[in-house]
Structures are given as C-alpha cells and as structure tokens.
C-alpha cells in the first residue's frame, strides 16, 4: 500500500490572515508531497533490496525512510493541529494535563514559544505525551529524522522550516509562532491525547 497526501481538512485560504494561502499551498501541495513521494520510494527500494537480498545501499534508504517517513507524519500532524477556528488556551484533559506538569498554560506557552524560536536551522517544536514516563513533554527536533525519543507520541506540532512562514514573516519567526498560536485545534490535540491514555 502506497502513501498518499492526505488533503487538507480545510481550504488553502481557511487559516487566512495568520497563515497565508500562498504558503499553505506551496507548504502541503509541494513540500508535503515530496516525503510522501520519498517514503513511497525508500520503501519501494528497501522492498526491492529484500528481494535481491542486496543491502548494500541499506544506510542510505533506510535514512530515507527515517527523513521522509517524519517528514510525512509531522506534516500530517501539522496540518490536522490548526483550525480556522481554533486558538485560544487549551481546553479539556489536555488543558489540565498541561496545569498539571508545566504550572499553568501561560507558563506552557512561553516554554514552547521560547524552545520553537530556539530551533536551530529548520526544525519543530511539539508538545508530546510520552506514554513511558506518563505525562507531557515539549520536545524540539533540528533533524526531524534525528533525536526522536522512541515511544514518544506526538500531540501538537508546529513546523519551524522557514518554508512554513518566510514568504508571509520572512525573519520574524517570533511573529508566525504568535500567530500559529490563533489556529490550534485543541479539540485535535484532545483526541491525540485521549487515545494515549
Ligand atoms: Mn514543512
């Protein structure tokens, strides 16, 4: 079974004035597409190598299955966490698991926000609950494809790449972690958590 581009839950323009439909478009029709084409492809020619039993090139592809495999399900995350709607403090369980383990949601933010413009290079911030330690984490990654900690599930993600918010904030990525803030769907961010615990 292939991978395929999930579409969007809402219109190009939906998320419109905090994240401009130019880069949205450009951001899910042609970034987002290539990891799904590049994990359609690492698993077509890992696929191909088990049948040859020819692995002399297993470094590189499965490499690529690491970097377009997160690319695909970070950018699925990613898309699915913002709501034309959405915005606001948390709200529900994840509203009292975030009192719970960061003092308040004001404290959260500034945690998040402070790691998110922290990122070196291109990178992501997400909120996560790790189901080994049983409570929520913000974890940054510079590579998605590197420093991943293994059992963690991602419950909100924002895309730091500056394809995600140069055309619209150029230098100012303070500004588009602002204003992201505006689009979180927290209803979504609920039913990741709930299927945690
Ligand atoms: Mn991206």
């Not at 606001?88 to 413009?117: C, H, M, N, R, W």
């Not at 140069?166 to 303070?174: S, V």
Request: with cysteine; charged share 20%; proline share 4%.
């Amino acid at each position: 079974m292939k991978h395929e581009l999930p579409a969007l839950p809402y219109a190009y323009n939906a998320l419109e004035p905090y994240y401009d439909e130019q880069t949205v478009k450009l951001h899910h029709d042609a970034h987002h597409k290539a990891y799904v084409d590049g994990l359609n492809n690492a698993e077509a020619k890992l696929l191909e190598a088990r049948e040859k039993g020819d692995f002399a090139l297993v470094k590189h592809w499965e490499r690529e299955l690491a970097f377009h495999g997160s690319g695909h399900i970070l950018h699925t995350l990613f898309w699915d966490n913002m709501a034309p709607q959405g915005g606001g403090p948390a709200t529900g369980l994840v509203a009292e698991e975030i009192t719970k383990y960061f003092g308040s949601f004001d404290t959260f933010k500034k945690q998040f926000s402070a790691a998110a413009v922290a990122v070196e290079g291109s990178g992501w911030t997400l909120l996560c609950y790790n189901p080994i330690f049983k409570k929520l984490e913000i974890l940054t990654a510079e590579k998605h494809q590197n420093l991943t900690q293994w059992g963690v599930v991602p419950l909100l993600a924002l895309d730091l790449w500056e394809h995600a918010y140069y055309l619209k904030y150029q230098n100012k990525r303070a500004a588009f972690v602002e204003a992201w803030w505006n689009l979180v769907n927290w209803q979504d961010v609920n039913r990741r958590l709930a299927d945690c615990l």
